[in-house]
């Protein structure tokens, strides 16, 4: 993946355990980040064909995630040890949850 933003552009790197699975398996996805530290917070989100993207959960190093209404429930799980790293899980897989899942770390600015 490559991750483009206003003021900062850097290497993100995903790897995707397979391009299909089957029904009822569970799918893990990782992520990681170069920018650094300063980049704790991660967004996951998928994008269905001919939908726009949505927003699953956000993540912070150690606390729990803050999942969207429509991912709160126990399918989904994701790790987030450190600023670096972070883990979705998505359980017992069904027809609706294809897509193409990306992360995205993020920094927050005040100015």
């Known amino acids: 993946f490559l991750f483009f933003s206003q003021r ?3 290497n993100l790197k995903g790897r995707m355990p ?7 398996e569970n799918a893990t996805i990782e992520c ?3 920018y650094g530290d300063a980049y704790f ?7 269905r064909c001919g939908e726009n993207m949505r927003q699953i959960v956000f993540t912070i190093p ?7 209404a429509d991912f709160k429930n ?8 450190d600023a ?4 979705l899980i998505v359980g017992k897989l069904e027809p609706g949850d294809s897509g193409v899942y990306f ?7 005040e100015d």
Do not use: L
Not at 74 to 81: G, H, N, Y
């Open 62 to 68: 150690k606390s729990p995630p803050d999942f969207e």
């Open 74 to 81: 126990e399918r989904f799980q994701t790790t987030k040890p």
């Open 103 to 109: 992360c995205a770390p993020y920094v927050y600015w």
């Open 41 to 47: 917070q991660m967004y996951w989100y998928r994008q």
């Open 32 to 34: 990681s980040q170069t």
């Open 18 to 24: 397979q391009c299909t699975a089957a029904t009822r």
């Open 8 to 10: 900062f552009c850097g």
């Open 84 to 87: 670096a790293s972070g883990t």
